[in-house]
């Protein structure tokens, strides 16, 4: 991929397939899978099912974050684990909104083992910008924009 190609707006969004994910998440010994649906992400253990949506990220002056909208998780007693979420995974965030809307940021610069495709991409983040990140069957589809400054993440509501 050359940068001018993204900077001149010939490449408009990349897909991320699920298996790219559930391969990294095999590859860092989590025994979790990954489904992505028509605007919702679905991850699996043994005995655990979560449903998220995507709410926004930043990716501005070195944090690369994305926030998740937590819509559902079974069984329900994991809920009151969240909080320590980041004890066990210290990429990963628990907060709650003013609605009481239950959200996990995602520090993707924080993922062990992701830092080296990170480094790849860094060139890149200098020009480009994410513009917009959906799901959709089987894949997550990243929207990209040429940088014009200071940029926040783009908001979407929660599916609750």
Avoid at 19 to 29: A, E, P, T
Wanted: net charge neutral.
């Amino acid at each position: 991929m050359d940068l001018q190609d993204l900077i001149i707006g010939r490449i408009q969004q990349v897909e991320i397939p699920e298996s790219v994910i559930n391969k990294l998440l095999n590859d860092h010994g989590l025994n979790h899978t990954v489904q992505t649906c028509n605007r919702y992400i679905v991850l699996s253990a043994d005995n655990f099912k979560a449903e998220f949506s995507y709410h926004s990220h930043d990716f501005n002056n070195g944090v690369i974050t994305v926030n998740f909208c937590l819509n559902t998780i079974k069984p329900f007693y994991y809920s009151f684990g969240l909080q320590l979420i980041n004890k066990k995974y210290p990429y990963l965030e628990y907060w709650k909104d003013c609605n009481r809307n239950k959200f996990i940021t995602c520090h993707l610069d924080r993922i062990p083992g992701i830092e080296g495709f990170l480094e790849n991409y860094k060139p890149y983040i200098k020009h480009i910008d994410i513009e917009s990140v959906s799901c959709g069957e089987g894949k997550i589809i990243v929207g990209l924009r040429t940088k014009s400054g200071g940029t926040e993440g783009r908001r979407t509501t929660c599916l609750n």
